[in-house]
């Protein structure tokens, strides 16, 4: 059998961790992995320059959602060209397994899988399937997910490094304000609000900002006296979180997985324009087992938020634990090499 792996999809950064830990994973087993992304969207700043890739592919694609019409017609002509030159690398490179983590980036390799009769699998990351997932989940294989009861995988295929991380929050000393690398208005405008009564309560702050904001949040602090621990990006994401014992956060899978293997009680704030408002369902399957606090922005305030730090801290950072289990990616490519 080929040991020769195509790894597809992309776009952000919640289903481009979970590609590197494919990517990883496979590498480790002796495959040759082959990854299958867009030039739009971080893809190509992620894996142009992974040495662990035998082959990379960006592709000019984009997505079809929320095109117009000749948007639509362009976008769906981009694909079909990909799709043909991913029939050729499957081909070429005697791949014989094809793994999506959904995403626009995905949709060529995904159909050239198809197309081609290759053993096709799914990673979905969130509570709410795509639309690239759910028309080609009918094709695959296995789908793996979080969030579903057929899925053979449930643990969230997380960097090994959080689980290593893993403390018990004993009580709030210090919050982080997550927004994402390109940063969340609703978060840093409510982090500036609370920020004075924290710093009363000498709670300690760490606020990701996004690039576009740093330097406005960062004077806002000075111009308060707060001494925060202000960034726009950091490669070191795990550091900043361990040292806090509670987040304010978007409800992507990925972030939310991590915080979770961290063992850090934390209130979602969900991005009110995800695709099928998937964010919220995400932190609402939680939510379900008392496990986070979730506001939607319009409904957020400053009583919820300080209540909420001043719940048992202790019990939830425990049961944390119980909710995701260690070793999902090596469960998942277990099945994948049967």
């Known amino acids: 059998m080929s040991k020769t792996i195509i790894v597809t ?15 990883e994973e496979f590498h480790k087993r002796g495959y040759r ?26 592709f000019d694609t984009k997505g079809v959602v929320d095109q117009n019409f000749l948007g639509k017609i362009d976008s769906l002509y981009m694909i079909s060209k990909a799709v043909a030159k991913s029939v050729n690398i499957i081909r070429k490179n005697k791949v014989n397994k094809v793994v999506s983590v959904g995403g626009f980036s995905a949709a060529a390799a995904s159909f050239a899988a198809i197309l081609t009769n290759k053993d096709f699998y799914i990673h979905e990351q969130n ?61 840093n405008e409510f982090a500036l609000k609370v920020a004075p009564r924290l710093n ?14 740093f330097d406005l949040i960062k004077k806002e602090y000075e111009s308060m006296n707060i001494k925060a621990d202000v960034f726009d990006f950091s490669s070191d994401i795990l550091t900043k979180m361990d040292n806090a014992d509670f987040a304010v956060s978007r409800a992507g899978a990925s972030t939310l997985w991590e915080l979770t293997a961290l063992g850090i009680p934390t209130l979602f704030i969900p991005f009110p324009y995800a695709a099928s408002n998937h964010q919220y369902h995400n932190a609402k399957y939680l939510l379900d087992n008392k496990l986070c606090f979730l506001k ?22 425990k049961t944390l634990f119980k909710a995701i289990g260690k070793n999902g990616i090596e469960k998942i490519v277990d099945v994948v090499e049967k």
């Open 9 to 23: 999809g992309g776009g952000t950064g919640g289903h481009l961790s979970v590609a590197r830990s494919f990517i």
């Open 33 to 58: 992995v082959i990854f299958i992304g867009s030039q739009k969207g971080q893809d190509r700043q992620w894996f142009e320059n992974e040495p662990k890739l035998y082959k990379k592919y960006f």
């Open 127 to 187: 509570s709410v399937m795509g639309r690239l997932n759910k028309l080609t989940s009918k094709r695959a294989k296995e789908v793996f997910s979080s969030y579903s009861k057929d899925s053979k995988v449930k643990d969230y295929p997380i960097n090994q490094k959080f689980f290593d991380k893993t403390r018990v929050r004993e009580a709030v000393n210090c919050v982080i304000f997550v927004g994402g690398s390109q940063g969340a208005k609703a978060i």
């Open 200 to 213: 009363k309560l000498n709670i300690k702050i760490i606020h990701q900002t996004g690039r576009n904001n």
């Open 296 to 317: 939607e922005e319009k409904e957020l305030s400053e009583e919820y938020f300080f209540d909420a730090i001043n719940q048992d801290i202790n019990l939830i950072s």
